[in-house]
């Protein structure tokens, strides 16, 4: 009997799908390995529950209490249990049978549990490992980037970006959007470049109404828009383009592994420091905190970041340098296996 691994995380509006989509990469990965792998997903069960079946995932949906979690980990094939994030990290990892293996996935940089492994992806996450004084293995930085497979199915750097008069851009704020910044953005691209813009809504996005006018606000502005409602195949969207405009959560690994220049923003708090160590860095444009920006300061970001194309190819060059296509299997081999 294969040894078997829950994942629990949960999506919904408002925090979005990427902790689902990071877990699953990790599915994939030690499902290959030959475990048994539970997905235990909770939060909006429709959205959930389409973007599994659209990539062929089976999942366990449900509104998982903490009890429940605990005894499930208690099936003496549980080899190990994967928590994403601290709130739930906190109400299970205590709990845990001894012989489980626990690992926590976290973006803060925070997390004081005593656990097997805690990863956290972000390229900044090196310079965090005092935040898990208890962690006996620490996986940090772009060496684990969770990537699913319909991302790494394309080899590394496959976007080859051109610098024709009219660049195409994808336009993506996660698997919610719960800013909307996807609107805004439509509404605010200038007309000095005209663009061709595709537009990425993701299974728990919201706002059709103020969506279809910011359509309508860019074509006018001479761009042309093609919507893509939870598209099957993201990473053909990304490897076709010539930049992105997005935020600044896990999007920017899959663009950085696929060499796809970004002008990104944080829309959620946890985002806001790796956005700005990014632009410090020069990996990505922007990094701004995109509720505290004014529209002149975003228009003006936008036109800068369309109009530098050396600028964009040297952005490129430097976060194609720090993703590869390998960190899945390592935080399984390392942390689990």
């Known amino acids: 009997m294969r040894s078997r691994i829950l994942f629990r995380a949960?999506?919904?509006?408002?925090?979005?799908?990427?902790?689902?989509?990071?877990?699953?990469?990790?599915?994939?990965e030690a499902d290959a390995q030959g475990f048994e792998c539970i997905a235990?997903?909770?939060?909006?069960?429709?959205?959930?529950?389409?973007?599994?079946?659209?990539?062929?995932?089976?999942?366990?949906?449900?509104?998982?209490?903490?009890?429940?979690v605990v005894q499930a980990a208690e099936h003496p094939r549980v080899h190990a249990m994967v928590v994403d994030g601290p709130e739930l990290a906190s109400m299970v990892v205590p709990k845990l049978p001894d012989r489980v293996r626990s690992v926590i996935i976290d973006d803060g940089g925070k997390s004081p549990l005593s656990c097997a492994a805690v990863i956290n992806h972000n390229f900044h996450a090196p310079s965090l490992a005092a935040g898990y004084p208890a962690a006996r293995t620490r996986l940090l930085g772009r060496?684990?980037?969770m990537l699913r497979k319909d991302i790494r199915r394309y080899m590394r750097g496959s976007c080859r970006p051109a610098h024709g008069a009219r660049l195409r851009v994808v336009v993506?704020?996660?698997?919610?959007?719960?800013?909307?910044?996807?609107?805004?953005?439509?509404?605010?691209?200038?007309?000095?470049r005209p663009l061709e813009i595709?537009?990425?809504?993701?299974?728990?996005?919201?706002?059709?109404?103020?969506?279809?006018?910011a359509i309508r606000t860019a074509t006018d502005a001479g761009h042309t828009v093609d919507l893509r409602r939870s598209p099957d195949d993201p990473g053909a969207l990304f490897v076709s383009a010539d930049a992105a405009?997005?935020?600044?959560?896990?999007?920017?690994?899959?663009?950085?592994?696929?060499?796809?220049?970004?002008?990104?923003y944080a829309i959620v708090r946890d985002q806001l420091i790796p956005a700005r160590i990014q632009v410090r860095e020069g990996l990505v444009a922007g990094g701004r905190n995109w509720l505290?920006?004014?529209?002149?300061?975003?228009?003006?970001?936008?036109?800068?970041?369309?109009?530098?194309?050396?600028?964009?190819?040297?952005?490129?060059q430097r976060a194609l340098a720090t993703a590869d296509s390998d960190g899945a299997h390592r935080i399984i081999t390392e942390a689990i296996a």
């Open 10 to 28: 949960d999506a919904s509006h408002d925090i979005g799908f990427g902790h689902v989509a990071r877990v699953c990469a990790l599915i994939e």
């Open 40 to 68: 235990m997903f909770g939060g909006d069960a429709s959205a959930i529950r389409s973007w599994a079946e659209d990539r062929q995932l089976p999942i366990d949906l449900r509104d998982w209490s903490p009890t429940q």
């Open 143 to 145: 060496r684990y980037l």
């Open 172 to 192: 993506t704020f996660g698997g919610s959007d719960p800013v909307n910044a996807t609107a805004r953005t439509l509404a605010l691209l200038p007309p000095d």
């Open 198 to 213: 595709v537009v990425i809504a993701g299974p728990g996005y919201r706002g059709e109404e103020a969506l279809r006018l």
């Open 245 to 264: 405009i997005c935020s600044a959560g896990g999007t920017l690994g899959e663009l950085a592994f696929l060499g796809v220049p970004a002008l990104a």
């Open 292 to 316: 505290e920006t004014e529209d002149d300061v975003l228009r003006a970001d936008m036109l800068s970041f369309l109009l530098d194309d050396c600028r964009r190819a040297t952005q490129r």
